[in-house]
């Protein structure tokens, strides 16, 4: 018996009556149900979104921005959202409406803008009063649970949206803000050179100031020390003074009797003085008569001698030159012959009186003048005692003021230290102020330069980045074209391992006959796997055609996939139909597990890794997550080094389900009464 007689004898038996042959079209057609009609309702559900109701409620006031540009954000977003057409959106007129249909079902969801949302949009510009704008979104589970997921997709994008829009209006704002401090820090830069120059003069006024303090130091240590010299001073005249005044006072007593004692002396004197007079003129008589006596005798005697050179020359004795001589002689050589005794005495009293005369007058005019003067010396002397006793007041006076400008001098010299001391630090800081205002022009400069200062091109790209810094390039190397698409690797791998377990609920993986026969054990085996696997391929290759023609899948290759897809048949039906005849109707419990056990783990909606660890082994084990992962590749397109071995592995499942088939034909080779009659049938 040869293996391919088995198999077409258990094709004719299921082939054999229009119920059977019904029964293999319906058994081809499973995967379909599975595969292509749920791919069919769920091809594009995304663009079918329009057809859903949904509650939009606008309360939104508007707001002005910082420079007094009107915002309308809330009826903005409303009219882009209704321009979109990505759900029925349905205005309605306040929240408590819109809240009353989502939970009636009306409405699948509903979103609600409210109405400080243009006003927090601007909040951002007052820094003490920023508040988010809010989207309220009103969902309910029970009219989907998807729906929920969908609608925060979109909100995300609307948010994305306004905070980019807005986020582009506040950089601007911020920027320009960049530009206003550029300038002003320029200006502050100006400013602080000129504060610097200032600063510098100031130092310089310092220095001089400090100089100056230095010699208000020295001045006031001199006025100090004049000062003390002035209070000593003003000590000693005060002593002085006090001494004037008692001496004076004591000449004012014993000068009292002056004018009368000088007045009798000058009446005395008076009359001194004209006894003297008349006296005088006495002698000066008696004088003046011997004088001329005296000069008589010598002209007389003189006479004589012209009268002798007369005679002489007369006789001839001499000449007249002789006699000019002898005169001239007698003129240069003649005394007068000295008087006798009581003349000479009388001439010499003469004189002694006339100066005692002129004495006395003058002793009488003298007295007269002190008589006179001797009254005012009195009232002088008077006035002087009074003026030295008032001196002496005054100087005591003097003395005290003294010493409190001594005292004042004292404070003085202080505070000049102090002063100094001042300056110099007041010097020390304006050196420190000038330096730290060269240093505060030259940062501000250096500042100003790193400040942004970008122009109105520049404002609007950076605007544009600082609101949306982060933009995604999507770059995909497989990509699927639809939501159906992306589902179409599980749903068909999942289509084929359900219709192959459909199969086995009509078809004997071995047969009676077969077991009874004395063929090998491997033909058997290969004998009752090969009709399954004829359906199979025919169910794979028309689920391959629906697919691709039907729902326009396009796979990137379609000839590879359907390789990959009868290659997955030709696994699943080798495991199944071996698992089943080796295990019996307890079997098809075991296939139906290991459906459920792929369904989770193959990673056919999201990826197997997210699942519990157990599962990975799982994943590791069975075959499904390797044709799912296959099948992604040849759709959309992606790398196809992983298909080769996954041909690979899925020729080991067809061995290890041959394996089975043979060892379930070697054991039932040998009936019990079990065969005849099993403990149970499914």
Known sequence: MTVLRLARSELKRMTGGLLPKLTILALTMVPLLYGAVYLYANWDPYGKLNQIDA??????????????????????????????????????????????????????????????????LVSPGSFDAANQAMLNVTTNDANNYLLSTIVDKLTTAVHKTVATEVGEETANQLLTGFGTIHSQMLKASDGAGQLADGVATLHDGTVTLHRGTGDLKNGTAELYSGQLKLRDGANALSSGAGQLSTGLTELKEKTATLPADSRALADGAAQVAAGNAALNTKMQGLAGQLAASEQAAAQAQRSRVVASNSRLIAAGAITPAQADAILADFDANSTPPAPPGPAAALKSAAGQIQQLADGSAAVSAGAAKLAGATPALGGAISQASTGADQLSGGAATLAAGQQSALDGAAKIAEGSQTLDDGAARLESGAATASEGAGTLAAELAKGAGQVPNPDDTQKDSLAKVMADPVAVSNVSQAKAGSYGAGLAPFFLTLALWIGVFMLIQAMRPVTQRALASNAPAWKIAVGGWLPFLAVSAVQASLLTLVVDVGLGLNPAHPWLMWFLMLAAAMAFSAIIQGVVALLGSPGKLVVLILLVLQLVSSGGTFPWQTTPQPLHVVHQLLPMGYVVNGMRHLIYGADLAVILPTMLGLLGYTLLGMALSTLAVRKHKYWTLKTLKPEIAV
């Open 55 to 120: 509650a939009l409620v606008v309360e939104d006031t508007g707001a002005s921005s910082a420079d007094g540009t009107r915002l309308e954000a809330g009826r903005k977003v409303a009219d882009s959202l209704v321009d979109g057409h990505v759900f029925n959106w349905q205005t309605v007129a306040g929240t408590a409406e819109a809240d009353q249909g989502v939970s009636s079902g009306k409405y699948a969801f509903a979103l609600k803008i409210p109405k400080d949302f243009s006003a927090n």
